[in-house]
């Protein structure tokens, strides 16, 4: 089992910038890719980033290039996502998610073992 805990959630204007961690506990976290998912109000959860077990590759949802950025510390089992130049559509409830094994990118949500309770971002104009 793996435990996943988000944080850093929070109400902000257009423009501002924000990041979001996520704490694993449970299993050695480099096991895993870690993504980052969004869930609007009344909507499907959708793919914002994932990233490889060492941080070596990474993929981004087209809405997010360029402006979100996905890290990760092994060694703090901790996964970030830094979240530039927010938009009021960025606002939605944020996942964390593992997904063994960690060397094989995934973007669809069904594909993940493992979620956090999810952190509210609010963005207003």
């Known amino acids: 089992q793996v435990q996943l805990v988000e944080s850093g959630g929070g109400l902000l204007q257009a423009g501002d910038s924000l990041r979001l961690s996520c704490h694993g506990s449970?299993?050695?976290?480099?096991?895993?890719?870690m993504g980052w998912f969004r869930q609007h109000p009344g909507k499907e959860r959708e793919f914002v980033a994932v990233?490889?077990?060492?941080?070596?590759?990474?993929q981004y949802a087209d809405a997010v290039q360029g402006r979100f950025t996905i890290s990760r510390d092994n060694a703090k089992s901790m996964v970030y996502l830094q979240m530039n130049s927010l938009k009021p559509e960025d606002t939605a409830v944020y996942y964390c998610?593992?997904?063994?094994?960690?060397?094989?990118?995934?973007?669809?949500?069904?594909?993940?073992?493992?979620w956090g309770q999810g952190t509210q971002v609010t963005v207003t104009v």
């Open positions: 998610a593992a997904k063994f094994p960690g060397h094989i990118l995934v973007a669809e949500p069904i594909g993940y073992n493992y």
């Open positions: 449970g299993r050695t976290f480099n096991d895993f890719i």
């Open positions: 990233t490889t077990w060492n941080g070596g590759r990474s």
